[in-house]
């Protein structure tokens, strides 16, 4: 039988949680949950106490987020997966144009492409550890691309094409909370809360501008059939009552708002984005100077500054690390499967301290060291 491989107490991480999504849950925030255990939980969603968090959560975003005049900060059940179909149905009014550099924004570009009541969808696409940008197009309504790829670790920038009309719908899952960006470039900038909001799945989050709130309904009255579960106007009337169409998971609230408010306190969105920036500098820099790791996002803008993904050399099994590490209790630095690469993947959204990446790097090198 094989000895299992120690690797030293004193080169351990403080939290060993590295997971793309998801994403490690600060103690408080479960701490928020056990105290609101026997108050808010397991208590209908139309009452006071479940829309105070709700409330919470909206004031907080959009506090967070600095948002412009007339946008709105709007919820409903379901995750980024059910926010493509509700896109789909309710921003698209004819053809859509997707920027598609990884796993979740070819998704994005699927449901719009799939849609029979839409022209065909047109897609521009870059090869994974590249990024691919919108190009202005006269028959484009919607312009839609991730700002960060879960998947391969790249980020886009995030600002309108020129031009007058179309929306601008941004995927931002992953990068919400961590990645810079000016909303008043955007119509609509959703995501979930498993990934820099450090909580759990099921509800979708979106900061939406006048003119998206305009064209939903606009196609919603335009005879198109819509779900009302996956109705945008429903979702916005119920997001101002502080509410969601359906029960959501109240857990799941407590957790997100104990984060904004934890992101708030500590500074806003430029504490977190300068946190999430440290970490990722190290992580760069550590693999940049290793003759068996490369960074795969070759081009520095280009590279996460929230999830990180890197190459490591042939003669080295990136899994066997990851089994490694996961028996020391560093948990869920496996590449994205799809991926198919011999890498390792590694979140640094602002929950992560910058001295657990630290004392990450530290350990894959004594990982390597030990399996040579």
């Not at 670790?153 to 009309?165: E, I, K, L, T």
């Not at 900061?207 to 919603?220: G, W």
């Amino acid at each position: 039988m094989t000895t299992p491989l120690v690797i030293p107490a004193r080169l351990l991480p403080a939290d060993g949680r590295f997971g793309s999504g998801p994403s490690k849950i600060r103690r408080a925030q479960i701490d928020a949950l056990v105290e609101a255990g026997t108050t808010v939980m397991g208590t209908s969603h139309r009452q006071a106490p479940v829309k105070s968090l709700v409330r919470r959560v909206r004031e907080g975003l959009a506090e967070l987020f600095s948002l412009p005049d007339g946008y709105e900060v709007v919820l409903g059940n379901g995750g980024s997966t059910a926010f493509w179909d509700v896109a789909t149905l309710c921003l698209v009014r004819e053809k859509a144009q997707h920027a598609v550099f990884g796993e979740f924004g070819g998704k994005f570009a699927a449901a719009t492409s799939n849609a029979p009541f839409l022209a065909d969808s047109q897609i521009i696409s870059a090869t994974p550890g590249t990024i691919a940008l919108p190009q202005p197009a006269d028959d484009v309504d919607v312009y839609a691309w991730p700002q960060n790829e879960t998947s391969t670790g790249a980020m886009a920038p995030v600002r309108r094409v020129p031009g007058d009309g179309a929306l601008t719908v941004i995927d931002a899952t992953s990068g919400a909370g961590g990645l810079p960006v000016d909303v008043s470039e955007t119509d609509a900038y959703y995501f979930a809360p498993q990934k820099s909001f450090a909580s759990d799945g099921g509800l979708w989050l979106s900061v939406l501008s006048p003119a998206a709130i305009e064209r939903a309904a606009q196609i919603e009255s335009s005879g198109r059939w819509i779900p009302e579960f996956l109705s945008l106007t429903t979702a916005v009337t119920n997001s101002r009552a502080d509410q969601t169409i359906n029960t959501p998971a109240v857990a799941t609230l407590i957790m997100l708002a104990d984060q904004v408010e934890w992101m708030l306190a500590q500074g806003g969105l430029g504490w977190t984005m300068a946190r999430s920036a440290e970490s990722s500098s190290h992580l760069y820099a550590w693999a940049e100077s290793r003759d068996w790791a490369t960074p795969f996002v070759e081009t520095p803008e280009e590279r996460s500054a929230v999830v990180g993904t890197i190459d490591l050399d042939a003669a080295i099994d990136a899994t066997e690390v990851v089994r490694v590490l996961r028996e020391n209790g560093i948990v869920d630095v496996f590449p994205y499967r799809k991926l198919g690469r011999n890498q390792l993947r590694i979140a640094m959204f602002p929950a992560i301290d910058p001295d657990d990446v630290r004392a990450l790097t530290d350990c894959i090198d004594y990982v390597v060291d030990a399996l040579a």
